[in-house]
Antibody, heavy 116, light 111 residues
Framework: EVQLVESGGGLVKPGGSLRLSCEAS????????MSWVRQAPGKGLEWVGR??????????EYAAPVKGRFSISRDDSKNTLYLQMNSLKTEDTGVYYC???????WGQGTLVTVSS | DVVMTQSPLSLPVTLGQPASISCRSS???????????LNWFQQRPGQSPRRLIY???NRDSGVPDRFSGSGSGTDFTLKISRVEAEDVGVYYC????????FGQGTKLEIK
């Protein structure tokens, strides 16, 4: 079965940076469009952004609240997806999920807490 | 940006009774490739979400056939023919045609 394992979450101060990783296995990662989705405590799901496969251009798209601060990248040789988060705000706190872009598979999530 | 509006936001249902959730988009979800990228997800308490339905009406593997999806253009519906206790949770629609957006979520509980 497809597996997605996120890591890199933790506590960071406002204005700080953090990089999340998502290791994929049991599917052809290089062919997949991938997304990040987050969920603030007690709130709903929020799409963060996505990256196309290199075959489809490897381009990225972002939700308005994170555009210019977050960056998604991928290393197909390592089957790994990344989310670089800069200029973090308290409202970025939540569980971050790595998903296949259609949402067919989800990781277990990693918690990011932005607090002073 | 495409806005996804779900209703109701809270859905108390008696066991064995049907349930229906509406999801409306602010613009058509028909893609240039002819597909409509509207998916439905279930999030049980304390768990990661899982997809139930993709491209409007296709059930994912392992999803009970009491779940069904329908709709077109801007109006979509998730139906549960007979609610069971394990269906308690929050249901989300998500569009993937114009980047991606989730609906606000509908909390299903047992009366």
């Amino acid at each position: 079965e497809v597996q997605l394992v996120e890591s890199g979450g933790g506590l960071v101060k406002p204005g700080g940076s953090l990089r999340l990783s998502c290791e994929a296995s049991r599917f052809t990662f290089s062919d997949a469009w991938m997304s990040w989705v987050r969920q603030a405590p007690g709130k709903g799901l929020e799409w963060v952004g996505r990256i196309r496969s290199k075959t489809d251009g490897g381009t990225t798209e972002y939700a308005a609240p994170v555009k210019g601060r977050f960056s998604i990248s991928r290393d197909d040789s390592k089957n790994t997806l990344y989310l670089q988060m800069n200029s973090l705000k308290t409202e970025d706190t939540g569980v971050y999920y790595c998903i296949t872009a259609g949402g067919g598979r989800w990781g277990q999530g990693t918690l990011v807490t932005v607090s002073s | 940006d495409v806005v996804m509006t779900q209703s109701p936001l809270s859905l108390p249902v008696t066991l064995g009774q049907p349930a229906s959730i509406s999801c409306r988009s602010s613009q058509s979800l028909v893609s240039s490739d002819g597909n409509t990228y509207l998916n439905w997800f279930q999030q049980r308490p304390g768990q990661s979400p899982r997809r139930l339905i993709y491209k409007v009406s296709n059930r994912d593997s392992g999803v009970p056939d009491r779940f069904s999806g329908s709709g077109s253009g801007t109006d979509f519906t998730l139906k549960i023919s007979r609610v069971e206790a394990e269906d308690v949770g929050v249901y989300y629609c998500m569009q993937g045609t114009h980047s991606s957006t989730f609906g606000q979520g509908t909390k299903l509980e047992i009366k």
